[in-house]
Every structure is written in C-alpha cells, then in structure tokens.
C-alpha cells in the first residue's frame, strides 16, 4: 500500500492552505488527530516547512476540493509509476562542483532563519565544514560581500526532509539542555520554571544526541 512521503510536513501544508478538517488530513498522513491539531495550534512542527502535495504528485488539487467539500470522505493518493527513491547511505554529503559556489548563501540562509542549529548541522546539510560555517556567522569569509542568504532546498544543497529533522533535532537538543540547566538551578535552591520542566519528556531529557551534534568535520566534503 502507498504511503505518504514525509508525513507531517505534508500535514503541515494542508493545514495551513486547505479547509481539510483534523480527521480528513488524519487519515490521508496517518497522524493521529490530535497530533493534527497540535500542528494547527502551533504546539507541534513550530517552523517546520510544509511540503505541499500537488507538486510531487501525491495529489491534484481537484482532489483537495473534493474533499473539502464532504467532510466524510477522504483523500486518495495519485497513482505514481515512478519508483520508491532508495534512502540515501550515510557517508560525506556529495555536492555537485556547480553548486558548491552557492554553499556560503545556503549557510548564511540556515543561521538566519533557523538559529538554533548547530555548526556542525548546518556545515552537515549542505557539504561544508564548520570553519566555512563560523567565517561565514562572523562575516569573515573571504567572499562575503557577495553572499546573499538563499534556501538550500531550493538551491538543492539537501532536501525538505534533511532540514526539517535537523530542526527538530535542534529544538529538542535545545529542549534537554533547558531543562537540564532548570534541574541544576533547583538543586541549587534558585526558583524554577515548573511548567517549562513538565514540557519536556524525561525520556528524551536523557536521550543521547543522535544526530551526533559534537562530532566536527573537519575537511570540506565533496
């Protein structure tokens, strides 16, 4: 059976440019309802990009107004001949030499709209090292004056799904680290935001880092 590509940022899209309710974009994602909601409510994927559906032929947008117009049915996906994409290997990130000029912009468009990345995230996303990164944060990189911040999915530096997991990586990294600092500061006998404590899952507070955040690349990857 198909299933949808990249779920939720798809939910995103549809929540955010259709009239589809909870349980119609429920059922076509395979999110729960409530989780649909979280995302209406901004509680859950905040900044997340959406990916709309009718540009990679998961659906027509007669589709979409069909079922907005019947709350009881239910969107079908597009039949699709090409094939599945095979997940790519990890391993260096392989960049194109006609595209690694545009790498400079790409960073300067990651620190700008998405801060709470790391260094060696955003050097990960787009093929590039962190001293590339740093030169270009401290506005000391040798081609500055022309760097101009422009999307690295559009520049296909990495893809929608590679972003949005390293920025949900980061807020959860950031999550963990917040309540770790609240926790010291409690024992320390200062006041503590309880409610800030409670948002964070314990379970995840002491999860390892898996994207590997103080690893660093220490060689440009072609």
Request: aromatic share 2%; hydrophobic share 35%.
């Amino acid at each position: 059976m198909s299933t949808v590509l990249m779920p939720k940022a798809t939910a995103v899209w549809l929540v955010e440019n259709t009239t589809l309710t909870f349980d119609q974009i429920s059922a076509f994602t395979g999110l729960h309802p409530l989780e649909i909601q979280a995302i209406a409510d901004g509680e859950v994927a905040g900044g997340m990009t959406g990916l709309d559906p009718t540009t990679n032929g998961q659906l027509t947008k007669e589709e979409i107004k069909r079922v907005e117009a019947d709350q009881s049915a239910r969107l079908r996906l597009s039949p699709r001949d090409v094939p599945i994409p095979v997940a790519r290997s990890k391993g260096p990130r392989y960049t194109p030499v006609a595209k690694r000029q545009d790498r400079p912009d790409a960073i300067a468009w990651l620190l700008k709209i998405h801060p709470e990345l790391h260094d060696t995230q955003v050097a990960k996303l787009v093929g590039s090292t962190k001293s590339t990164v740093q030169s270009v944060r401290d506005r000391s990189h040798w081609n500055m004056q022309n760097v101009r911040p422009r999307d690295p999915v559009t520049l296909g530096l990495c893809s929608l799904k590679d972003l949005n997991d390293a920025v949900d990586k980061a807020r959860r990294k950031a999550a963990r680290d917040d309540a770790a600092r609240k926790k010291a500061r409690a024992v320390e006998g200062e006041p503590v935001d309880e409610e800030a404590m409670e948002a964070v899952d314990p379970a995840e507070a002491e999860q390892p880092d898996a994207d590997g955040l103080d690893d660093h690349p220490d060689a440009e990857r072609h």
